[in-house]
């Protein structure tokens, strides 16, 4: 099984600043990763899959990158709406998912 | 709208039996393999079960391997999970999902809204 390991496991962030988070895999996933974003008491939703790609209707300051096992979701200005817990999730061997970060006002 | 309802979740004792249901509307169901998703309280997620889009391919992460049953009706286009010899372990809130291409190993963009299992005697 490819365990995801997420980190930080929180990140304060002030809004219109910038988040980090990372996502590594015990082994290679090629580019086989997607980030989730989950709020209080709803399911989660796609924000990015193929590593990089953003899906419908999720805005620009989000973006994806990585290769192998070393990913990353950045968000470039922090807007209320986004503090959440995000988690990653490989597809390349089964399906696995790290144990998330959780963004929380700074 | 592509949308997935689920339902079926509910109290059960340790070694009971449960049937969770997923109705899908807005895609044409039969092209893409769903899964099953859970998110025991306060955790994060943990895929469950996948099935092809025929039905004819099914999958199961070792933790419910040998107690759970997923199967598809396409006719109805609900999707299902037999849950048999239930364990506190396997409370969680139930999420069906659906793949963004088809394939079992696949992103999900599509969630149910969850249903709730809780095993306690």
């Known amino acids: 099984e490819i365990v995801m390991t997420q980190s930080p496991a929180t990140l304060s962030v002030s809004p219109g600043d910038r988040a980090t988070l990372s996502c590594r895999a015990s082994?290679?996933?090629?580019?086989?990763l997607a980030w989730y974003q989950q709020k209080p008491g709803q399911a989660p939703r796609l924000l990015i899959y193929?590593?990089?790609t953003r899906a419908t209707g999720i805005p620009a300051r989000f973006s994806g990158s990585g290769s192998g096992t070393e990913f990353t979701l950045t968000i470039s200005s922090l807007q209320s709406e986004d503090f959440a817990i995000y988690y990653c999730?490989?597809?390349?061997?089964?399906?696995?998912f790290g144990g998330g970060t959780k963004v929380e006002i700074k | 709208e592509v949308q997935l309802v689920e339902s079926g979740g509910g109290l059960v004792q340790p070694g009971g039996s449960l049937r969770l249901s997923c109705a899908a509307s807005?895609?044409?169901?039969?092209?893409?393999?769903l899964s099953w998703v859970r998110q025991a309280p306060g955790k994060g997620l943990e895929w469950v079960s996948a099935?092809?889009?025929?039905?004819?391919?099914?999958f199961y992460a070792d933790s419910v391997k040998g107690r759970f049953t997923i199967s598809r009706d396409n006719s109805k286009s609900t999707l299902y999970l037999q849950m048999n010899s239930l364990r506190a372990e396997d409370t969680a809130l139930y999420y069906c999902?659906?793949?963004?291409?088809?394939?079992?190993?696949?992103?999900?963009?599509?969630w149910g809204q969850g249903t709730k299992v809780t095993v306690s005697s």
């Open positions: 082994q290679s996933v090629s580019s086989h």
């Open positions: 099935i092809s889009g025929g039905g004819g391919s099914t």
């Open positions: 999902a659906k793949t963004i291409v088809g394939t079992t190993e696949d992103a999900f963009d599509i």
């Open positions: 999730q490989q597809y390349n061997n089964w399906l696995t």
């Open positions: 193929g590593t990089s």
């Open positions: 807005g895609f044409t169901f039969s092209n893409y393999a």
